[in-house]
């Protein structure tokens, strides 16, 4: 957390409160400025177990006016989000990223990247000297074609993994909702 300025203390501090927490799993998935009403409802909707067409007016209120006053002004402060208190915009700020690694979806088993790319690397390591070595059946591929099949293998992998990140960290539910309800 070097790059952020932000100290795990610190980091842990903004984070510890399920409502910010909530607000920032909603920015996320809507990935752009949002207008505070419609977060205040989203988040009244996920603390109530409800939808936001079900919330009271006065579960949304409660939550608006801790919203306004306390929680976004601390991410605000933090520089984690942009939030323009006159016209009830709320946006991410790049630091956001930088909590990723704390939002996450630790519920499911990650895909050991480390492993896939070294296998891979090891794959291109083979074709390679089966090229080399004009080894049956790589003696077919040239040294132009086997660039290219480890190019694709390498770029497809990367986009592979852009995809995988993206839908588990653009989710419907905050993952520790998930949690709750056995997903």
């Not at 977060?39 to 801790?66: F, G, H, M, P």
């Not at 090891?122 to 070595?133: D, E, M, N, P, Q």
């Not at 040239?142 to 293998?153: E, H, K």
Request: aromatic share 10%; proline share 4%.
């Amino acid at each position: 957390m070097a790059s952020s300025g932000l100290s795990q203390d610190q980091v842990f501090e903004v984070l510890k409160s399920p409502r910010r927490r909530y607000a920032l799993y909603y920015l996320r998935r809507e990935g752009g400025t949002v207008e505070l009403s419609g977060l205040t409802e989203q988040v009244a909707a996920w603390e109530n177990d409800t939808t936001t067409a079900e919330i009271t007016s006065d579960q949304r209120k409660r939550v608006y006016i801790s919203l306004y006053q306390t929680h976004l002004p601390k991410l605000d402060d933090a520089k984690i989000i942009e939030y323009d208190r006159e016209d009830g915009k709320v946006s991410l700020s790049r630091r956001a990223r930088e909590l990723d690694t704390y939002l996450g979806d630790v519920s499911r088993p990650e895909i050991p990247w480390d492993r896939y790319y070294l296998a891979l690397s090891a794959g291109s390591i083979l074709l390679v000297l089966g090229v080399w070595f004009e080894i049956y059946p790589f003696v077919l591929l040239s040294g132009i074609a086997t660039a290219i099949i480890i190019l694709v293998a390498y770029a497809l992998s990367a986009i592979g993994q852009y995809i995988y990140y993206r839908r588990r960290t653009v989710r419907g539910t905050p993952p520790e909702l998930r949690r709750a309800e056995g997903q």
